[in-house]
């Protein structure tokens, strides 16, 4: 009966350990992250008709860009960088699912899925840069 007992009080004590939200450490703000990560990878999708990869070494590193991109949607998902619960992950997910393409077809080596990408990355960024940048597209 003991045994039983331990064995329950351990399960308990473990599953709220593994219960606990994962502690996120933000390092860059959010114009750190958009220059640095973000507009890199974006311009290799939106740029690959300039300079497309010729052998593997260059399809791995494209394929990178395209999956930073995929993934930087999940850091503007993070806790104290996200605006809100509702535009702002609709807009981010609009960008993570054309940088997924993006990655698809990098792995598939085909710059013509890429180059059609085009359209569709371009709408995912000018919609959240209308949502949340004051100005956006508004000349002095």
Avoid at 116 to 130: G, M, P, Y
Wanted: aromatic content about 8%; some cysteine; hydrophobic content about 40%.
């Amino acid at each position: 009966m003991r045994t039983i007992l331990f064995v329950l009080i351990g399960g308990v004590a473990l599953g709220q350990q593994t219960a606990q939200a994962p502690s996120y450490q933000p390092v860059g703000n959010m114009s750190q992250l958009m220059v640095d990560i973000i507009y890199p990878a974006s311009d290799a999708v939106f740029y690959i008709g300039r300079n497309k990869p010729k052998n593997d070494v260059e399809w791995n590193a494209f394929r990178t860009q395209a999956l930073t991109l995929a993934e930087s949607g999940n850091l503007l998902l993070m806790p104290g960088r996200a605006r809100d619960n509702d535009k702002w992950a609709a807009d981010t997910k609009l960008m993570i699912d054309v940088a997924k393409k993006a990655y698809q077809a990098a792995k598939a080596k085909n710059v013509d899925a890429i180059l059609d990408l085009n359209d569709e990355l371009n709408t995912a960024c000018i919609t959240c840069h209308k949502d949340y940048r004051p100005n956006y597209g508004k000349r002095p």
